[in-house]
């Protein structure tokens, strides 16, 4: 679903229930987060594949990535972990 992001003055689209939740905690915080971001992350799955992960959201003014996420996998280890070696701070983000 598209929500309005008050923080860049767009519709931004929301891929589950659960980050239109973390966007509203966000904005009722006022901690300034976005998915539209230009980040894309290069990495390798357990079974040796490449990958392309684009984070769920970006924080607007700090280094942080933010994963929404119900159940973590090993590939999911690993695609945070690689955002990580590009020097992001992740976080994981459960409900």
Known sequence: MWVD???????????????TNFLMKC????????K????VIDYQQADGSWHRYVPDFKSIEENVLFEVKGVM?????LKLSAAEAL???VVLVSE
């Open 5 to 19: 992001n008050p923080f860049t003055g767009k519709a931004e689209y929301m891929h589950s229930s659960w980050e």
């Open 27 to 34: 904005v009722a915080e006022r901690y300034p987060v976005t």
């Open 36 to 39: 539209e971001h230009n980040i």
């Open 73 to 77: 996998t090993e590939n999911d280890e």
């Open 87 to 89: 020097g992001y701070e």
